[in-house]
C-alpha cells in the first residue's frame, strides 16, 4: 500500500482527509502521529518540517502532501476512487473549492483558535482573539445556514469536499458556539453529517481522544 496518512484522530483537519478517503474507500495506510512524544514528533518533522497534520505520503510516486484541501486535490486526481468529490464541471468545482476555502479560513480555524485559547495558561489567554474568533463563527455560519436551506448537502444533492470540511468544522464549533438555537438549518446539516458513515467512522475512530477536547469556553 502506497499511502500513507500522517494524522491523530482527534484532528479537525484530519477529519477532513479521512472523510474523503472513507468516502472514496481508497485504501492507505493510518500512521499516528503523537507530538507529544519526542519520538513520534521528531520522526514526523522528518516528514514534514511544518509539523502539522495531515499528511499524506505516497511512496509509489515519491509525494508528501500537506493541508487537507491538497490532498483531496491530489487524491481525485491520482487515486479516483468510487466517487468524485470535486465535480467535474468547472463552474460546479470552483463552487465547491469556494466553499472550502470559506469554511476552512473563517470557521475551521476560528474554532481551533478558541479551542486552543482554553489549552492555554491562565495569564497566556487572548479575550480579544477568541471574541473576533466568535464573530467569524457566528458570521460563517450565519452564511451556512443560508446556503443549506433546502439541500442535503452544501451543494445540492452530491457529497463533496464542501461538505468534508464542513462536517469537522461544524462538529468541533458546535462545541463552542452551539447551533441549535440561532442556527437551526446548520444544526440539522451538521446532525445528517454525523450520521454519513464516513463521518461517523472518524467519530467512533477519535472517542477514545475526546475526552482530551476542551469543551467549555474559558470565561474572563
Known amino acids: 500500500m502506497s499511502l500513507t496518512l500522517y494524522y491523530h484522530p482527534l484532528s479537525s483537519f484530519c477529519h477532513k482527509v479521512l472523510i474523503a478517503l472513507y468516502e472514496s474507500g481508497t485504501p492507505f495506510t493510518p500512521h499516528l502521529v503523537d507530538l507529544g512524544d519526542p519520538a513520534s514528533r521528531d520522526a514526523f518533522l522528518k516528514i514534514w518540517p511544518i509539523g502539522k497534520f495531515p499528511v499524506l505520503r505516497d511512496d509509489a510516486r515519491g509525494e508528501t502532501v500537506p493541508e487537507s484541501t491538497a490532498i483531496i486535490d491530489y487524491l481525485g486526481l491520482h487515486y479516483p476512487g468510487q ?3 470535486i465535480p467535474a464541471a468547472p463552474e460546479a468545482a470552483q463552487r465547491v473549492r469556494l466553499l472550502d476555502r470559506i ?7 476560528s474554532m481551533q483558535k478558541v479551542m486552543g485559547d482554553n489549552l492555554r495558561p491562565a495569564d ?4 480579544y482573539g477568541v471574541e473576533q474568533a ?9 452564511i451556512l445556514e443560508r446556503e443549506i436551506a433546502g ?4 451543494t445540492g444533492d452530491a457529497f463533496t469536499m464542501a461538505d468534508c470540511a464542513a462536517a469537522p468544522a461544524l462538529f468541533y464549533g458546535d462545541m463552542v458556539v452551539p447551533l441549535a438555537n440561532p442556527y437551526p438549518q446548520a444544526a440539522a446539516y451538521l446532525a445528517r453529517l454525523k ?3 464516513s463521518y461517523a467512522r472518524a467519530l467512533k ?11 467549555q469556553r474559558r470565561v474572563a
Do not use: F, G
Open 83 to 85: 466517487v468524485s468529490l
Open 103 to 109: 469554511i476552512d479560513l473563517h470557521l475551521h480555524l
Open 124 to 127: 497566556r489567554t487572548d479575550p
Open 134 to 142: 466568535i464573530r467569524s463563527i457566528n458570521t460563517t455560519c450565519d
Open 151 to 154: 439541500k442535503t448537502w452544501l
Open 195 to 197: 450520521q454519513r458513515p
Open 205 to 215: 475512530e477519535a472517542q477514545p481522544y475526546m475526552h482530551l477536547v476542551p469543551r
